[in-house]
């Protein structure tokens, strides 16, 4: 049985609300001393710290940290038909949906001869992390990997853990996708370590240091991204899984349990949250859940994490008070279906990812849909954006005067400078406007 959160009567104040939320019990501020640990130990011994914490933590150290270009040509080969046209077809649709991410140029003309231009500039190089404990995501490698490219960045390296039931080597379909989408630097590494490995290089395996890491993981590799951070920039924390679904009783319960149940396959941590008006509603979709949970493979999983304290049934009053709920909440994923979809929508404010509709389920979003699945997880999408083109992508100012110009606005400058008793900036202006 999912927890109850009943709301109905009024709402909190906001940071009542905020501490109501459902939340894992274990965070990424948990995990970081042993991140750190992990990370100190790759930046100061290298491959021999990757070797080791890949004995530990994946059941096996790799033949090759970085991966040999025939294993990645093989594994291209190795695809089934159909899982290669559907690889093809993910990364035809989100390269379709990134390049509209992508920001024009632009020239500001504040006066004749002072003019401001925007441009974008591509990160130099970039590490992107897939990550591999409880399944295999060749999505992933899709998803970070094609809006990188969009943005136009050259040097991309992509690191994944090694696999016990793959001798230590990289998942073949890992290493599939990759090939797909022409990268050929792809190192069996994974955790915390790897992070570290990105952010710092590693000699012996020529992984050049990188500008900035991007890609999901556990709270670990979350934690190790949190640390790096300031050394190179990173997207996200991004930590367990998360939806939340407003629905009301025009809705299918089966759709929507079904919903609940396709995130929290992820990790028993997951969050699977509905927000709902009407309690017999939420009976009809508890009552749909536990056949559908003893059909799969992954039920252990499933049912740890539709019990744990970061999934819930939250009643509320109105459909309003569910987009302040889920606002306050900030999924990962939001899905709504109700009987008014779009005045739902014209109230959320924070959420990396919004399927409207009850033909639009997250995982559409997961694979197909064109939209980006890396995510802001654990209310970040409150203050934090999923990943995108312009994730790679640096705005700069250049700016451009001519000598009237600046002598239009120099004695506007000496006065701030001579405010701000700073007057060797406006001796830099002056020396030029006195000649």
Do not use: C
């Not at 990550?131 to 390296?157: D, W």
């Not at 992954?298 to 509320?316: C, N, Y």
């Amino acid at each position: 049985m999912m927890q109850r959160i009943d709301l109905r009567g009024g709402l909190p104040a906001r940071a009542e609300l905020l501490r109501l939320m459902p939340r894992a019990a274990g965070d990424v501020s948990h995990a970081v001393d042993a991140a750190r640990e992990l990370v100190d130990a790759v930046r100061e011994h290298g491959e021999s710290a990757l070797r080791d914490q890949a004995e530990r933590f994946d059941g096996g150290a790799p033949a090759h940290v970085r991966v040999p270009a025939a294993e990645i040509a093989a594994a291209v080969a190795g695809l089934t038909p159909a899982l290669r046209e559907a690889l093809d077809e993910a990364i035809r649709r989100v390269r379709a949906a990134s390049a509209a991410q992508v920001p024009a140029g632009s020239v500001t003309t504040l006066a004749d001869g002072a003019e401001v231009h925007q441009r974008w500039q591509p990160m130099r190089r970039v590490g992107l992390y897939v990550p591999g404990g409880k399944a295999v995501y060749p999505s992933s490698v899709v998803m970070n990997v094609v809006p990188a490219q969009v943005a136009g960045v050259r040097s991309i390296a992509l690191v994944s853990p090694p696999q016990r039931d793959h001798g230590g080597a990289v998942h073949p379909t890992i290493l599939a996708a990759a090939g797909l989408l022409g990268i050929d630097e792809v190192y069996a590494m994974g955790g915390a370590g790897a992070i570290g490995a990105l952010a710092y290089g590693v000699p012996s395996i020529d992984l050049e240091p990188v500008d900035l890491v991007t890609g999901p993981g556990n709270n670990y590799v979350a934690a190790a991204k949190r640390l790096v951070r300031g050394v190179v920039g990173i997207d996200a924390e991004a930590g367990a899984t998360e939806i939340l679904v407003i629905a009301d009783d025009s809705a299918d319960p089966g759709y929507v349990a079904a919903d609940l149940i396709s995130q929290a396959e992820h990790d028993e941590q997951a969050g699977s949250v509905l927000v709902t008006m009407s309690a017999t509603f939420a009976d009809a979709v508890e009552a749909a859940v536990p056949s559908r949970v003893a059909s799969l493979g992954t039920a252990a999983r499933l049912q740890a994490a539709l019990d744990g304290p970061q999934s819930a049934i939250v009643l509320v009053d109105s459909l309003a008070d569910a987009a302040t709920v889920s606002n306050a909440y900030g999924p990962e994923h939001l899905e709504i279906q109700t009987a008014d979809d779009d005045a739902v929508l014209a109230d959320i404010d924070a959420a990396g990812a919004v399927f409207v509709g009850p033909s639009t389920p997250v995982s559409l979003g997961d694979y197909l849909a064109g939209s980006n699945h890396v995510l802001p997880t654990g209310g970040q999408a409150r203050f934090g954006a999923g990943l995108s083109a312009s994730t790679f992508l640096r705005p700069q100012q250049v700016i451009r005067y001519s000598s009237d110009a600046l002598a239009e606005v120099a004695p506007h400058i000496v006065a701030l400078a001579t405010e701000e008793q700073l007057p060797a900036h406006g001796a830099a202006v002056t020396e030029r406007t006195n000649r």
